[in-house]
């Protein structure tokens, strides 16, 4: 009675039905595998047969071969019912292999879509979804899915195929019996179900205390949860609560365990007094003479056969329903709409050479509700409206020219550099590259063009060599050091205990700020585009690193455009143009010494800087 230990909730699927445009897409997904399926089935059904020869092989031992004294008979049957266990076993073994086949391929193909759609999907998408829900798609609920196709359908093909064959078998033995062993029926099914309701009241709540559990685990083990219990010396409270929730797992399994051996206990009662009653009503029949003992012996094992498929069946619409939420929560990811897309007959750009136009941009971040699903982040409630953030922003770089955006906190700077990569759309106005609106440019192409290095680069936990080859990776040896001496990175790297193939990133070798910046201008350069956006580390650098920043930066930006989010005065002074932004607009624009003698806000922000680099680093 395997199948119960799922015990589905009806609750989840109260009211619900099976949706014919959900079922006409799942079987877009199960057609490949119709010969799997139609093996399937074949193997089931022959199984079922095969196991009925068992109680036929014991009634003809009992009623023919005994009575007549026929030990030839005698050694052929037993020699069938060795087969039969044999052919059986074999035929199990293949039917289990045709489902694993069919399932296993089912999440295969669910998963790696699955996979692709989401890595597809715009920035906004994951700002606002929940990584633990995205992934959680991606493992239980398409293994879920799968459940759905060879779980359940699967064994309830299985049951219904051994309810017909062995009913029928029952009636062609005995009637009268059959109809005695399935009045026990009801009583059987009134009372599992009460149990059932129970056990899945049981699972529903120990599900809730092992989660309360694993989310504790999973933050307080974080690197920076575990360095804020530390640093707050908060141990022996995250303790107690831990020792708390762990304990309410215990209890509850300490009584689910009790409830479900009680559970199979009563099953097992009732089942054996439909037994018995076959047996003591048939009894009186073989000693009236109306029954041969063969019949009665067969017509016991049978019924032993018959009860286990029936209750699950009971419960069938359920199991069904519960497995198909898993194939509707994969369908609305998979249909989640993705608005930046290459467009019909967008060009890939060949060549470029990096000049940008900026024309009258209006942009507005996308609300949350509009950009991910509700029921990918657990509950939040999701933003609808959002304030503009860029109010007509517009500018143009030339081929090569360097452009400086500086501005208070909050201005629109970033937001500014995440709109040429297509990160975001504009709502307004029109960004070009080299003449051409970027929506009207292949996205590869246009991204290939680009190169971004952030204020916080991100390195995957792997080799140094690796998360530079993610820009390039077909780069050899030696263009790998190349970029990385251009970067002023390369001596670093050599000094770190294994060289290129120390593992870096979060869980590997902690590089500073300032190398990992470098690190990343390095992978940049591999990349090789014509337009960098660069934000600049804010963090003041010790004087070493400044000028190592400084001298790859000259090399790094020379014949590529580049629009900077600059904090440090020496990109500034050298800006071809500086725009300054405030408040979503571009409210000054110019070279230093032209801003500097206008005496506006970019004026007070140079002096800032001025004030605050001259006492914040250290002598040269
Ligand atoms: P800083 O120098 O502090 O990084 P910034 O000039 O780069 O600031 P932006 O990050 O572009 O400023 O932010 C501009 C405005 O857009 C801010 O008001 C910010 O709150 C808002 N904003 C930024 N990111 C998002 C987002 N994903 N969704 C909604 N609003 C956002």
Partial sequence: MQHWMAFQDPAKVKGQRLQRAVLVRVWGYVKGYRWAIVGFLATVVTGSLVALANPFIVK?????????????????????????AVVGGLLSLLGRWWSAKIGEGLIFDLRTQLYDHIQR????????????????????????????VTGTLGSAVDQIVTVLTTITAMVVLDWRLTLLSLVVLPFFLAGSKRVGRRMRELTRESMGYNAAMSAQMTERFEVSGAQLVTLFGRQADEKRTFDERAGKVRDIGVRTAIYTRAF???????????????????????????????????????????????????????????????????????????????????????????????????????????????????????????????????????????????????????????????????????????????????????????????QDPYLFHDTVAKNLRYARPGATDQELERAARLARIHDVINALPEGYDTVVGDRGYRLSGGEKQRLAIARMLLKDPCVVILDEATS?????????????????????????????????????????????????????????????????????????????????
């Fill in 121 to 148: 999907m715009p920035l906004a998408f994951f700002t606002n979804s929940q990584t633990g829900s995205l992934t959680s798609r991606l493992s239980s609920d398409v293994v879920g899915a799968q459940r759905a």
């Fill in 60 to 84: 003809s031992l009992l009623n023919d071969a005994i009575p007549d004294g026929d030990r030839a008979k005698v050694n052929v049957l037993a020699g069938l019912l060795l087969a039969a």
């Fill in 264 to 454: 199979f206990l009563a099953l097992n009662i009732v089942g054996t007094i439909g037994v018995a009653a076959v047996y003591w009503y048939g009894s009186q029949l073989v000693v009236g003479g109306e029954l041969r003992i063969g019949d009665l012996v067969a017509m016991g094992l049978l019924v032993n056969r018959v009860y286990d498929p029936l209750i699950a069946l009971t419960n069938l619409r359920v199991d069904v329903l519960t497995a198909f939420v898993s194939f509707e929560r994969v369908f609305e990811v998979l249909d989640a709409p993705n608005p930046i897309v290459d467009a019909p007959g967008a060009v890939a750009l060949t060549d470029p050479r990096g000049e940008l136009q900026f024309d009258h941009v209006e942009f507005t971040y996308p609300a949350a509700a509009s950009t991910t699903l509700a029921s990918l982040v657990d509950g939040l409630v999701l933003s609808r409206q959002s304030a503009p953030v860029l109010h007509d922003v517009t500018f143009t770089a030339r081929a090569g020219q360097l452009i400086a955006l500086v501005g208070p906190s909050g201005a629109g700077k970033s937001t500014i550099a995440s709109l040429l990569p297509r990160l975001y759309d504009v709502n307004g106005g029109a960004i070009r590259l080299d003449g051409r609106d970027v929506r009207e440019i292949t996205l590869d192409s246009l991204r290939g063009a680009i190169g971004v290095v952030s």
């Fill in 540 to 620: 003041h650098l010790d004087s070493e690193n400044e000028a190592a920043i400084q001298a790859a930066l000259e090399d790094a930006l020379a014949g590529r455009t580049a629009v900077v989010i600059a904090h440090r005065l020496s990109t500034i002074t050298n800006a071809d143009q500086i725009l300054v932004i405030d408040g979503g607009r571009v409210v000054e624009r110019g070279r230093h010494e032209e801003l500097l003698a206008a005496g506006g806000l970019y004026a007070d922000l140079y002096h800032t800087l001025v004030r605050d680099e001259t006492s914040g680093s250290l002598p040269a």
